[in-house]
């Protein structure tokens, strides 16, 4: 079962532009973490948010969670080509003991 | 350097045949995780263990089995059941908690030819 589903599936943008991804889920979480995925590589873990926290950021990537829309946004600001990626958000349900990935926003940086 | 791997990165299976995905890790998780990706979408879970000796199925568990016989490995078969399993396998693990921060492996690639 997906819990999380992205928006939009993909985006293209001109490098320094911002780029902007969202999440919706459907169940009460824990968290709510963001990862990048290279073509055909693991996925690394880019951010964590609590469900009490509303906004967070690291470096170029600001997220934000709104628990009454189930919701969550990643902004990727001043991008570059090295940004290119796969982007998924995944859900901890409170008591689940495992991770939901969403279906991902395939993001292109173009030069 | 701690870290997951898995191998093979390529895998050819024959109709028929069962497989085999190593996955071990040294940075002492107590949880492990199988999951598949398809071409351009999401991941969706195998089979979990959050102990040694322990295991449950995941979202898409049928045609594939696991073990969970010592902390650092769980290997993944995917048997003959299992009548699509042309995919991405990836490997995860994390230290039970509250905050499961995932750490995965750099994936293997299954084709049925």
Known sequence: SQQGEEDPQALSIQEGENATMNCSYKTSINNLQWYRQNSGRGLVHLILIRSNEREKHSGRLRVTLDTSKKSSSLLITASRAADTASYFCATDAWGAQKLVFGQGTRLTINP | ????????????????????????????????????????????????????????????????????????????????????????YLCASTVSGVENTIYFGEGSWLTVV
């Open chain 2, 1 to 88: 350097d701690g870290g997951i791997t898995q191998s093979p990165k390529y895998l050819f299976r024959k109709e028929g045949q069962n497989v085999t995905l190593s996955c071990e890790q040294n940075l002492n998780h107590d949880a492990m995780y199988w999951y598949r990706q398809d071409p351009g979408q999401g991941l969706r879970l195998i089979y979990y263990s959050q102990i040694v000796n322990d295991f449950q199925k995941g979202d898409i568990a049928e045609g594939y089995s696991v073990s969970r016989e010592k902390k650092e490995s769980f290997p993944l078969t995917v048997t003959s059941a299992q009548k699509n399993p042309t995919a991405f």
